[in-house]
């Protein structure tokens, strides 16, 4: 696609190529990705949907390096992705906050494995969590938070050591509708002000079109891209948008691709 | 009202209330069946011993006490370190485990002569004989406390380039805490039995010593209050444990009322 002359174009932030992953079971071979190929570049909002079993969560721990590639590889910044790396943080489904950690010092857990100035780092979480809208809690323990404050936790632990990319695997899937919403608004205030690159997965397709760039549409297990849409909404975008033309014309398209497998 | 509810609602009251109702339902089964002294006797004598051989019981008590907590610590300090080992590694668990649980089968009442034989009379066969009894409760709790560890917050820990020293100290130690701690009491329990094993056999001294011969010359008041002693021993020491529990692990679910009120 891209002419040999052509000037440089800025090199992706996550590249990847052909990567496929059977797992190996007692019982046999369990295929659940097909070789894909997909380029993230720096400072996208890249969102993952597809159907239940179709390998977007294996997707996303083989970007974090915590799981190896059946064939192909992943590029993330200018290494070949061979084990767990400093440049990502990861937001699982649930919060997995430790119990007997105060919320700062479950933020300022990355901080002190990785051993840290630990004097640079505290600023930067209470500031984390203030944005989060989590000022006052910091002596909290994590039980004593709301789901969706600790989902908040999570993200503030996700961005303390400033990684370049934020890896989301349906973050905000135990919350009601209602804060959910707000959770996204205040993901994308994050995102654009701290200029990550983030990966996210969702089942929620309103979601995914409110807060990507670009969203991929994996098809069934094993998944492969049925196909890629840009959102041309541009962002920030705010709540609104959610009854806008644009914005119900393309969840209804992404929607379809589901009927399909449905029918 | 409120203060005799209060007084009522005490947890220290209510298994007092049961007790001296099992006391009075034990004195009325006495005169109801007229079951000769020499056979059961009556509370009041067991309290009367009590009270005249006090200051020698009490003394008594002192060795069984020692030989108790020697024995458990010992069991927590092997304990701990066994579970570690066999959690860690497939290996290890299918050497160590089944064989440990073999060992379990094996009556430790009846080895317990073969101490005095090899160590002669005197603390150390007690203690060991605290020790084994002690030693296999720690081991398992320990081993499914560290074995519960949920495989997301191994994935998040290693997420962060964790080493394997890190993700035991940060994330599997305190994770196994609460079962730990759960087989340490129920050990602590069993070592009260095995340093009073170990006195039946070969010792002069202690309250095993005092039970054993009270059944040989037929003074059945003092050997109910030498066993009234000994359950006074196993809920101290229980007690104690329990505080230390509270101290270390205020998080744990169990205490985390206290923690609330406090808070
Ligand atoms: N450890 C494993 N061993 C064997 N098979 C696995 C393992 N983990 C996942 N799979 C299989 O791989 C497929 C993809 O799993 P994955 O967790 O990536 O799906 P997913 O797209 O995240 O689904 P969901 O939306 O339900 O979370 C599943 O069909 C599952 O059966
Ligand atoms: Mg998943």
């Known amino acids: ?26 019982d046999g071979d369990v295929p659940s990705l097909r070789p894909i190929d997909l380029s993230i570049a720096d ?101 004593q938070l709301s789901g969706g404050m600790q989902q908040r936790v999570a993200i503030c632990r996700a961005l303390v050591h400033d990684p370049k990319i934020l890896l989301m695997d349906e973050p905000f899937g135990a919350l009601d509708a209602m804060t959910r919403e707000r959770m996204n608004a205040e993901l994308q205030r994050i995102q654009l002000e701290t200029k990550k690159t983030a990966f996210l997965i969702t089942h929620s397709i309103p979601e995914a079109v409110f807060l990507a760039d670009r969203i991929v549409v994996l098809s069934e297990r094993p998944g492969s891209i049925a196909a890629i849409y840009e959102v041309p909404i541009p962002r920030p975008r705010k709540l609104d948008v959610l009854g806008s033309p644009e914005f119900v014309r393309l969840t209804q398209t992404i929607r379809a691709h589901f009927k399909a497998l449905i029918d | 009202m409120r203060g005799l509810q209060m007084i009522v609602g005490a947890p220290w009251l209510k298994p007092l209330i049961f007790l001296v109702l099992l006391i009075v339902l034990w004195d009325f089964t006495i005169r109801i069946f007229h079951i000769p002294p020499y056979q059961v006797p009556a509370p009041v004598d067991v309290m009367v011993t009590l009270w005249q051989e006090w200051p020698r019981l009490l003394s008594e008590a002192v060795p069984t006490t020692i030989a108790t907590v020697y024995g458990f610590l010992l069991s927590a300090a092997f304990g701990i370190p066994v579970a570690m080992l066999i959690a860690s ?115 002069n001294s202690g309250i095993g010593y005092v039970l054993q011969r009270s059944i040989g010359n037929f003074e059945l008041p003092t050997m109910f209050a030498a066993l009234v002693v000994l359950a006074m021993i196993g809920v101290i020491l229980f007690w104690i444990l329990d505080l230390i529990e509270r101290l270390v692990i205020p998080w744990h679910a169990s205490q985390r009322q206290d923690l609330l009120v406090a808070a």
């Open chain 1, 1 to 26: 696609m891209l002419a040999p002359d052509q000037a440089p174009v800025p090199r992706a932030m996550i590249e990847i190529t052909r990567v496929a992953k059977t797992y190996r079971t007692k």
């Open chain 1, 43 to 143: 400072g996208e909002f890249v969102v993952v949907v597809g159907p239940s079993g179709c390998g977007k969560t294996t997707l996303l721990r083989m970007i974090a390096g915590l799981m190896a590639p059946s064939e192909g590889r992943i590029r993330v910044g200018d290494r070949v992705v061979m084990k767990p790396h400093s440049d990502v943080g990861i937001v699982f489904q649930s919060a997995l906050l430790l119990p007997w950690r105060t919320v700062l010092a479950n933020v300022m857990m990355p901080v002190e494995v990785k051993r840290l100035p630990r004097a640079e780092y505290l600023p930067r979480a209470e500031a984390l969590l203030s944005m989060a809208g989590l000022a006052g809690f910091e002596s909290k323990h994590p039980w």
């Open chain 2, 89 to 203: 590694s497939r290996t290890v668990e299918s050497y160590v485990y089944p064989l440990l649980v073999f060992s379990q089968s094996i009556p430790k009442v009846a080895i317990a002569p073969l101490f005095v034989v090899w160590f002669g009379f005197g603390m150390l066969p007690k203690v060991l004989a605290a020790f084994l009894l002690g030693f296999f409760p720690v081991v398992v709790s320990a081993v499914q406390g560290f074995k519960s560890v949920e495989p997301e917050l191994l994935d998040l820990a290693r997420s962060m380039e964790a080493s394997r020293l890190q993700i035991f100290r940060m994330v599997s130690l305190p994770y196994a805490m609460p079962a730990i701690f759960s087989g340490l009491k129920v050990s602590i329990t069993l070592a009260v039995v095995g340093a009073v094993v170990g006195e039946f056999v070969g010792s």
